[in-house]
């Protein structure tokens, strides 16, 4: 973020304008597709698509603000206790997300976080992977050999950070944002143990409120034997969800399916 | 030389949220398991009690029918498919390998709302597969004995394109000399595939099979979401994450869905450190 206010302060006034007059069109340009999608989804699931923006962008944003220092660190400091710190994170990224989710449920519980948005953006932040993925990233005899260089010209430690680091942090940040975000968004598990029995729609994201479109009472016929789905809106409408739900993720992984396929995740392994 | 006491500096904020979302919550969740309601140390009580509650057993044995159905799925397709993709053209591959992702960008819900409706006969695009199965109604489609094939097919579909992009992955880092020489020994692209690319990625698949296996004990969503499409004629507790979230809110034990949460914990804790110890994936130190 420093390097990018950095690169703004030094830009132009005339680049300032033509920014901003670029992003006035864009602001013509999209509005009326974003109006048509918010005109069709309708007031509550629009509320939930914005929960679901809104948790998985915090969780992505904490995610990349913490998995680029800690790779970092592991894979350039020398420090008791490393090794441990890495093993631990390899540990917790090899569980499944849903194995933590009772023990979070109890936490939270115990700590009266139940139906606030922390009980569910703290876990989606915390992403051993995307520690692991910028250890591998920092971990080479290039890098250490460019810091070296940094330091014996007098850098200080923070800002080998800040003008090295950070600025060559740029694409495993935005392999970790991704991945991270489609892991939150699709999550249903968590968020319905944090919310689901405590009447708060109001809090929902996009999953919970898709399966709140099951109309259970109607589920059950009086011979017990089910003849046909009922749901509580339209399939057309519940469609239509469906394909809302999946649009961010299949935008951003069309327009970025080679560099965040094979070639990326291939450097997780040895 | 390189520095050592900064280091802490960068990974503390991590460190911080490691413990408070991932080793608190487990320490908490064993805490729970050994104390008894009245908060008193109880030893293995509550999980002698939940290995007897008559659910128990059921619950797992669900989750093994369901397992042995999708891992076999997923080492046969998954790696058979990879290997074809792997023999193709490499913009055709690419093209492939989308259209097997796709599922993957809908929600746990979401997934399972959309099979609820592959398996409505009204609706379903696959209507006359239903039908010739003898399948008449949603309720002959999603009975009870065709639950774990159905949750298999709805994982496999909304998973399985990403082990293909993994797998697809492993196969990129054959080194191309070593293809080019079976090549030139003779070797057609199925003996190519079984004898040189088959054991090259044998610690991949190995990785798929535990990671899947550990992935697939903690299924929720899709029994959960069938329990309520039915409104509850179906069991409520099918799977063991079921049945520790239903102890935990309709009973109020919490100490006891904590047991099972532990169960659940260290089978998913062992496979992880298998995975770790066993197939030499990930490196811990330079």
């Known amino acids: ?270 | 030389m390189r520095p050592r006491k900064s280091g802490y500096l960068f990974i503390a904020p991590y460190v911080v949220l490691l413990v408070v979302a991932g080793i608190y919550p487990m320490a908490y969740a064993l805490h729970l398991a050994l104390t008894s309601l009245t908060a008193h140390f109880s030893g293995a009580r509550n999980f002698i009690k939940s290995w007897q509650d008559p659910e128990f057993l059921p619950a797992f044995e669900h989750i093994g029918i369901f397992l042995a159905i999708w891992l076999t799925a997923l080492v046969v397709l998954v790696v058979g498919l990879s290997l074809i993709l792997h023999s193709l053209d490499r913009r055709i591959s690419a093209a492939f390998r989308f259209v097997f992702y796709l599922p993957a960008a809908l929600a746990g819900s979401a997934s399972v709302m959309l099979w609820l409706f592959m398996l409505e006969p009204g609706v379903s695009p696959w209507t006359f597969v239903l039908h010739w199965l003898g399948y008449g109604t949603l309720g002959d489609s999603i009975a009870e004995r065709n639950l774990p094939v159905i949750f298999a097919v709805i994982a496999f579909w909304s998973g399985a394109g990403s082990w293909i992009v993994v797998m697809y992955g492993a196969l990129a880092t054959i080194p191309h000399g070593v293809l080019e020489a079976a090549r030139l020994d003779g070797a057609g692209p199925w003996r190519t595939a079984t004898r040189i690319k088959l054991p090259l990625i044998k610690r991949w698949v190995a990785y798929m099979l535990i990671g899947a296996f550990a992935a697939g004990t903690q299924l929720f969503a899709e029994p959960q979401l069938i329990s309520e499409a039915t409104g509850g004629i179906l069991n409520q507790t099918w799977s063991p994450n079921q049945l520790a979230y239903f102890l935990s809110f309709q009973l109020d034990n919490f100490n006891y869905a904590a047991a099972i949460a532990v169960d659940l914990l260290a089978i998913a804790l062992i496979s992880a450190a298998v995975v770790l110890l066993r197939t030499g994936l990930f490196r811990v130190s330079d």
Request: proline share 6%; aromatic share 14%; glycine share 6%.
């Open chain 1, 1 to 270: 973020m420093r390097a990018l206010a950095e690169r703004f302060r030094r830009a132009s006034a005339t680049q300032v304008m033509a920014l901003s007059v670029l992003s006035l069109m864009a602001v013509f340009f999209a509005v009326p597709i974003v109006w048509a999608v918010f005109e069709a989804i309708g007031g509550t699931a629009l509320h939930w698509l914005l929960n679901s923006a809104f948790y998985s962008t915090a969780g992505a944003a904490i995610a990349v603000a913490l998995c680029i220092p800690a790779g970092y660190g592991l894979a350039t400091h020398d420090f008791p206790g490393r090794r441990a710190v890495l093993i631990v994170t390899i540990l917790v990224m090899l569980i499944p997300p849903n194995a933590l989710v009772l023990p979070l449920f109890l936490e939270a519980h115990a700590a009266h976080l139940l139906t606030s948005p922390l009980a569910v953006i703290l876990p989606y932040g915390l992403y051993p992977f995307g520690v692991y993925l910028a250890y591998l990233y920092f971990n080479t005899g290039r890098f250490e050999l460019l810091l070296q260089t940094a330091r014996m010209d007098g850098c200080s430690e923070w800002h080998v950070f800040k003008r090295i680091v950070l600025p060559l942090s740029l694409p495993v940040s935005a392999l970790i944002a991704f991945l991270n975000f489609v892991a939150s968004w699709t999550n249903f598990f968590l968020p319905w143990v944090m919310y689901w029995s405590f009447d708060t729609t109001s809090r929902y994201p996009l999953a919970l409120g898709i399966a709140l479109q099951l109309d259970t009472t109607k589920g059950a016929s009086f011979y017990g034997a089910l003849i046909q789905l009922h749901t509580a809106s339209s399939p057309s409408y519940i469609a239509l969800l469906l394909l809302v739900t999946c649009a961010p993720v299949l935008i951003v992984f069309a327009l970025a399916q080679r560099w965040i396929g094979s070639s990326q995740l291939q450097g997780v392994f040895r």
